[in-house]
Nanobody, 116 residues
């Protein structure tokens, strides 16, 4: 399985951006998918999660501002980010959990920079 993220860039505070992740390979094994960000030297932090059935989960820091969605037929994952803040500046990674072993695959990351 390969994940290809895109759509990052520079945006002003208060603006919006949508990042995408296209999955290829054994996509029939994909269970949940998510977006994470990772500060240097730290473990990845969850930004948004979506199950195969469409149930979503967000940490308090982005709830109400970010929306995760997926199209299982197109094997694509999106993250719509609204009301962006400078502290949202970080590299965002897409992630897929595959069945049956629940192993995880990662995309290469896409940088989002929010200017104040």
């Amino acid at each position: 399985v390969q994940l290809q993220a895109s759509g990052g860039g520079l945006v002003q505070a208060g603006g919006s951006l949508r990042v995408s992740c296209v999955v290829s390979g054994e996509t029939f094994r994909i269970n949940s998918m998510g977006w994470y960000h990772q500060a240097p030297g730290k473990q990845p932090d969850l930004v948004a999660l979506i199950t195969r059935s469409g149930r979503t989960d967000y940490p308090a820091s982005v709830k109400g501002r970010f929306t995760i969605s997926r199209d299982n037929a197109q094997n694509t994952l999106w993250l719509q980010m609204n009301h962006l803040k400078p502290e949202d500046t970080v590299v965002y990674y897409c992630n897929a959990e595959l069945l049956p072993l629940q192993d995880h695959f990662w995309g290469q990351g896409t940088l989002v920079t929010v200017s104040s």
